[in-house]
């Protein structure tokens, strides 16, 4: 067997079929494919759905998936039920979106994940009170699943209702300490917002501090949770606690993109350590050739320089 024959390679040409918008062609790869492997047959339904999807048959896609997830094992089937909840939010209509939605809320009580998933289509939707009576029921069969409780608290947040949400991410908490993500929902929720913005927590910081640092003791290592803390010094134009802080985020994870800007940015603001200042902005913009913000960083550190023509450039490529 020639390479061009193995089904690694035929695979492959297929999904560059997609890529170059040429569903059918890349539904007829497949399907000859399949036809030639039966022992593959089952592996190769999420790149035919997909194919189908993008030549305009969004149901059969989706039939397709569900079907499939459906004669999986219980682990095996939720990356298939996955691709068919984004197959739906990029491409499906909101009957089929809620439709699948019933479909995973039906797997209750004995998959959590699964209500998680339709859950979170609800939300997707808008149907926040049909989420919260599914949420609730999920929370109160589930007390020790922490990610039952976020989702709650989640669903609490889009009502309005801040002060329950918050009770709800404490308990995942109190469950699951060590989730960033986590403790970044709290301190939204106590600031009444869907997630946590500096612009948007007012006089509180006392209280942001106090979130913060009880989730870094609680996630050391914690890159994000880091720089969430140095970006708060920073607003407060508190500069050598900011430093400390991203300082500490790039000790855990060199590459830490965030980190590296902000480090750059709060050093730039000192006036003093730019050499520093360029070699953290240079190795952001290294890593992200693109990124405006690395490019604004860059510009702000070249006018603290005195370089006015380098800065105007930078400053420049971040506008555009």
């Not at 399949?34 to 059969?60: F, K, M, T, W």
């Not at 989640?154 to 995942?172: C, D, H, I, P, Q």
């Amino acid at each position: 067997m020639g390479f061009e024959e193995t089904p690694q390679y035929r695979l492959s040409s297929a999904r560059l079929d997609l890529i170059e918008d040429k569903p059918e062609q890349a539904i007829e790869k497949i399907e000859a494919l399949r036809a030639d492997n039966p022992a593959l047959e089952q592996e190769l339904i999420p790149d035919l759905a997909r194919a189908e999807a993008l030549s305009g048959d969004v149901q059969g896609a989706l039939d397709r998936l569900v079907s499939l997830a459906r004669v999986r094992g219980q682990g095996r089937d939720v990356p298939v039920w996955r691709e068919a909840a984004a197959l739906v939010a990029a491409k499906g209509t909101r009957e089929m979106t809620l439709a699948l939605a019933d479909i995973l809320l039906g797997h209750a009580p004995s998959r959590p994940d699964l209500q998680i998933l339709g859950i979170e289509l609800l939300i997707r939707e808008g149907d926040i009170e049909e989420a919260k009576v599914s949420a609730t029921d999920l929370a109160t069969a589930e007390p020790e699943l922490p990610s039952a409780h976020i989702t709650l608290g989640t669903v609490r947040m889009k009502l309005g209702e801040t002060a329950e949400a918050e009770k709800s991410f404490r308990t995942a908490l109190e469950l699951r300490p060590e989730d960033p993500e986590a403790w970044l929902m709290l301190i939204g929720s106590v600031h009444g917002l869907d997630t946590y913005t500096h612009d948007g927590s007012g006089d509180e910081h006392g209280v942001v501090f106090d979130i913060l640092n009880e989730a870094i003791a609680a996630n050391p290592d914690s890159a994000k949770l880091r720089t969430e803390l140095g970006l708060l010094h920073l607003s407060d134009g508190q500069l050598p606690e900011a430093i400390s802080a991203f300082d500490g985020a790039l000790e855990r994870s060199p590459g830490y993109l965030p980190a590296l800007s902000l480090g750059a940015l709060a050093r730039a603001d000192t006036g003093a350590d730019l050499d520093t200042a360029r070699g953290l902005a240079g190795l952001a913009r290294e890593l992200a050739p693109d990124d405006p913000i690395a490019q604004d960083i860059e510009g702000w550190i070249a006018f603290k320089s005195g370089d006015f023509d380098k800065a105007r450039t930078a400053l420049q490529a971040s506008l555009e």
